[in-house]
């Protein structure tokens, strides 16, 4: 069975910093992975999927197969940036899998 | 205004009590989802649904049933036996094809049990 970890349940960081956001995942398959974002008080949403390799304000993702991870990064972290992210994983069979979550925080 | 609709949005229940949560979606999508956050746990499957008349467990469902009798509704009935139902649930649902990875979120559902 596939498996998400985030291994930090809170990150926090000050404005301007560099953040990085940890992800790693077990599949035996070829997965899809994706960050999802949920900001206080709202829905959880779609923030970036790696089949895009998109950047999504400010934030990107690359898939490291031979270290099995989706880091979510950001080079200069705003306080609009604090939320609840969380790392996911879809199999073949449209599971999608989400990881602990993160909590971070963007300090002034 | 299309969506995912889930409803109560905050319910209470006795100990003891079967409760059955709604959630309605007018997207037509095939596959449906319920999960359950508890803090510091994030987001745990329960059951999912990739079609009409069909639906499989996920990681955490004992104490829990649903049913998929119409493609927009995938009700969660939480049992008496499930131990700590007290809980924050979302429903899910995401369309077919190469849509099929982008995932639509309802409000949640606020379950406490007292």
């Known amino acids: 069975a596939q498996r998400v970890t985030q291994p930090e349940k809170l990150l926090s960081v000050f404005k301007g910093a560099p953040v990085e956001l940890k992800c790693n995942y077990s599949y035996s398959g070829s997965p899809e992975l994706f960050w999802y974002v949920q900001y206080s008080r709202q829905r959880l949403q779609l923030l970036l999927r790696h089949i895009s390799r998109e950047s999504i304000k400010g934030f990107t993702a690359d898939l490291n197969k031979g270290e099995t991870s989706f880091h979510l990064k950001k080079p200069f972290a705003q306080e609009e940036d604090s939320a609840m992210y969380y790392c996911?994983?879809?199999?073949?069979?449209?599971?999608?899998?989400f990881g602990g979550g993160t909590r971070l925080m963007v300090k002034p | 205004d299309g969506g995912i609709t889930q409803s109560p949005k905050y319910l209470f229940r006795k100990e003891g009590q079967n409760v059955t949560l709604s959630c309605e979606q007018n997207?037509?999508?095939?596959?449906m989802y319920w999960y359950r956050q508890d803090p510091g746990q994030g987001l745990r499957l329960i059951y999912y649904?990739?079609?009409?008349?069909?639906?499989q467990k996920g990681d955490i469902a004992e104490g829990y049933s649903v049913s998929r009798e119409k493609k927009e509704s995938f009700p969660l009935t939480v049992t008496s036996a499930q131990k700590n139902p007290t809980a924050f649930y979302l429903c899910a649902s995401s369309p077919p094809g190469t849509e099929r990875n982008t995932i639509y979120f309802g409000e949640g559902s606020w379950l406490t049990v007292v």
């Open positions: 997207l037509n999508h095939d596959a």
């Open positions: 996911a994983l879809i199999d073949a069979g449209n599971m999608l899998t």
């Open positions: 649904s990739q079609i009409v008349n069909d639906f």
